[in-house]
């Protein structure tokens, strides 16, 4: 029970809100403008609660203004101004059981022509109203064709001005996802809650994004089978695969459904006509896409991290141009759009998961106090990614990863497994002209190499080349020459500790030094790897702490030799790709025959 001054200050406010609303009602029929609704409908349903344990009769009068505030919003023509005041109700009602419960009970209490909900089925709580709001706030976004360019442009890109931030705690925004995932809710609808929870994602708060992360990754693996793209080898079960959802038109009024279905049927029609729009066609647009996502890469290791994604990107792109396409352009289904909405939640998660990461080991270096639980959420990330591993690429969809990627597949590693994986989805959205969800992958490459650079700074794709440093990192061709120095530091620094214990000296009782190195020139015709170093294009001095681990024959002509390798790797490639493409050859006339015989 509330004590009398604050009874009495609840009352107050509660008297001046009420009356505020009633202006604000009487207005709807002339101005569009809501601008200070949301407020007050904050500032009602704050009281609300308190007036019940001190004041009923009053309370009673609250929650009627309120419904009439909320009949006179839902009653309106669809407009994105409502979209403020049902996104402060939905998340009031996500948070407040005894809301629900007290705006249901008055709304069942009204005459039934003035009713604003449908009645909840018995067991059902009172979430019908949430699904109300949920599928009225769904019509607002989507209200015309400016309306599904806002919700495709979302969809493709990382980040979209012109929507604004919105009245809803991400918090608000997971619990909401959360509770109608017990209903048989459109999968639009859903893609577009998840929208909203990506815009929502300002909070700080790592538990809430690790939280985000795991239910987006959960849904993607539930989504992914529709794709046909990727085979099931795991044994565990798909996330809710035995929730019994309950039904969901039920929920909602006859006019709200029939209004909801036209908006999907019309959404869908032009995903359609314009789900190929923006797809790369060259280098210059793959160029222009990384250059679109800089403020993403990590800023450490942002100069390494564009040669990565330029190269696996360009290699994505010279797979799918060779494969013959054995089937018409895939129909966007309501599926593969939540497939993106589900990546631009778990990209923007993961993106703020691994900047705390990286305040956590800064102040580690210095305190050691974050280490035990950066080691921890670190491994919890991995066991999520981990759960791409039960879907492999189907015969169809199985590509070398060595030469697409620069290294080799590392299914126990969990940033390598992920960038694979995404390599493969991106070839399939090439391949049949899904430019959104190629976006999301694209996005989702780079949170790979963000991952792998906030593990070892890139020493992954470092290791995995060989010494004449031709590699999708690495590389010296007739069309480009990439900058080396970095690389050569982040080696550098990997090897420092192991390069300080090489050069530490031992002395023993006489005085003599034990465990002194011996020079490298003490070995039968063998000295550092200066003359090797200097035949790298881009030679600095700053590699000359890799020398030691370096062996050179001595007076062998190194330029020479890097060339002559480089003659290799190309015919090596030549013969790789000539045998691909007869065998993609075969494989199709497979097909073909196998197809007649069916349909004769």
Not at 75 to 95: G, K, N, T, W, Y
Not at 310 to 334: F, M, R
Not at 372 to 385: G, H, P, Q, R, V
Request: hydrophobic letters at 40%; charged letters at 25%.
């Amino acid at each position: 029970m509330p004590d009398a001054e604050e009874l009495e200050a609840a009352r107050r406010l509660a008297t001046l809100a009420l009356a505020e609303l009633s202006r604000h009602d009487k207005c709807f029929s002339t101005s569009p403008r809501c601008a200070g609704l949301p407020a007050l409908l904050r500032c009602c349903l704050g009281l609300l609660p308190l007036l019940n344990d001190g004041d009923r009769s009053l309370a009673a009068r609250c929650c009627r203004g309120l419904l009439a505030s909320l009949g006179a919003i839902l009653s309106r023509d669809p407009s994105p101004s409502l979209l403020p005041s049902l996104e402060v109700v939905a998340e009031s009602l996500v948070f407040s059981g005894r809301l629900r419960t007290y705006l249901a009970m008055a709304d069942c209490a009204a005459p039934e022509g003035s009713r604003i909900f449908t009645e909840a089925l018995p067991g059902q709580g009172e979430h019908h109203l949430t699904q109300e709001l949920v599928c009225c706030h769904f019509i607002s976004s989507l209200q015309d064709e400016g309306g599904f360019k806002v919700f495709l442009s979302a969809l493709s890109w990382s980040w979209n001005k012109s929507q604004g931030t919105p009245e809803i705690s991400f918090q608000g925004a997971l619990d909401l996802i959360h509770m109608t995932c017990l209903f048989s809710l459109p999968v639009v609808v859903q893609a577009h809650l998840l929208l909203l929870a990506s815009r929502c994602i300002s909070d700080q708060n790592l538990d809430l994004h690790l939280h985000a992360f795991e239910h987006a990754m959960n849904l993607y693996v539930r989504y992914l089978p529709a794709l046909d793209v990727f085979n099931r080898t795991g044994g565990m079960k798909t996330p809710w695969s035995s929730v019994n959802q309950r039904p969901f038109s039920c929920c909602i009024k006859d006019a709200t459904h029939q209004k909801l279905r036209s908006q999907i049927d019309g959404l869908l029609s032009f995903f359609q006509l314009h789900s190929g729009d923006d797809l790369p066609t060259n280098e210059s647009d793959i160029d222009r896409l990384i250059e679109e996502n800089q403020h993403i890469l990590h800023e450490k290791f942002r100069q390494e991290s564009t040669v990565v994604l330029k190269d696996i990107l360009s290699n994505i792109l010279c797979c799918a141009k060779q494969e013959e396409v054995l089937a018409s352009d895939t129909e966007v289904s309501d599926g593969i759009i939540c497939l993106a909405a589900v990546l631009r939640l778990m990209s923007s998660s993961l993106l703020h998961i691994l900047h705390c990461f990286s305040q956590m080991r800064s102040a580690s270096d210095k305190t050691n106090v974050n280490y035990t639980t950066l080691c921890k959420e670190y491994n919890f990330i991995c066991k999520i990614i981990c759960l791409l591993g039960q879907h492999e690429g189907n015969e169809l969809h199985r590509y070398n990863f060595l030469d697409i990627i620069g290294m080799p597949v590392d299914r126990e590693r969990a940033s390598v497994l992920m960038l694979a994986h995404f390599a493969t989805l991106s070839i399939y959205c090439l391949r049949r002209r899904v430019g959104f969800l190629w976006k999301r992958c694209v996005v989702m490459l780079i949170m790979s190499v963000n991952l792998i650079a906030e593990e070892e700074g890139l020493g992954s794709f470092q290791l995995s080349t060989d010494v004449s440093k031709e590699s999708a990192v690495l590389c010296n061709t007739e069309e480009r020459t990439l900058e080396v120095s970095g690389h050569a530091k982040a080696i550098a620094s990997r090897y420092e500790t192991i390069h300080k214990v090489y050069k530490v000296r031992h002395v023993d009782g006489d005085g003599s030094s034990l465990g002194t190195p011996q020079k490298c020139e003490s070995r039968i015709g063998k000295v550092d790897g200066q003359a090797f170093l200097e035949c790298l294009p881009g030679y600095s001095p700053d590699w000359n702490d890799l020398m030691d681990f370096v062996e050179c024959e001595d007076g062998k002509d190194y330029s020479d030799t890097l060339k002559q390798l480089r003659k290799f790797k190309k015919f090596k490639y030549e013969k790789w790709r000539s045998m691909r493409q007869s065998y993609l050859e075969s494989t199709a006339n497979i097909f073909r025959l196998k197809s007649r015989r069916l349909c004769s």
